[in-house]
């Protein structure tokens, strides 16, 4: 009867190997799992820090919009840059450039002895009044500590320009 008994104890627990088995496969997919939360967790700092810039970078071409400067040629010297005063951690710079037509004889392909006087002379007042009224800025946001950088532009219309046509 002993035999007996010690067989059928011995057929109702687990053998090593099973054990073993088993926690080979919890272990897979445990580390799985927390490998999967912390590509979230730095998935979520970047998607942050990305919003963040954004931010930023509209702020401040919103300020931009709504209280231009001076729309003028040393304006496309030198780049303006600063820090926000929010966060230290991110800095901007701005950038100016004008508006430029390309050549009217590049654009239809043609050449200047074949195109008509009047038409060239209505491109060239379009061209010149154009550079004198529509400007580009470009706002680049920088995280200092990542790296990061984020860049918007919109045009400008210069109010102080006068428009001129020179007569035919």
Partial sequence: MAKKLRKILNTKGFTL???????????????????AQGYNISDSTVMREELDLKRFAELKINEIIVTPPELKDSLTISKDSGKFEEDNNFSYSIEYKKFVVPDLNKI????????????????NNIKKNLEKIIWQVEVTVKNETSE?????????????????FEQM
């Avoid at 054990?19 to 580390?31: D, E, P, Q, R």
């Avoid at 239809?108 to 195109?115: F, L, M, N, R, S």
């Avoid at 919109?154 to 320009?161: E, F, G, P, V």
């Fill in 108 to 123: 239809t392909g043609g050449d200047q002895e074949a195109q008509d006087p009047n038409e060239t002379k209505i491109f």
């Fill in 17 to 35: 190997v099973e054990v073993m088995i088993s926690l080979a496969i919890f272990a897979v997919f445990a580390a799985s799992y927390l490998t």
């Fill in 148 to 164: 990061r950088i984020y860049s918007v532009s919109t045009w400008l219309y210069n109010h102080q320009a006068q428009v001129m």
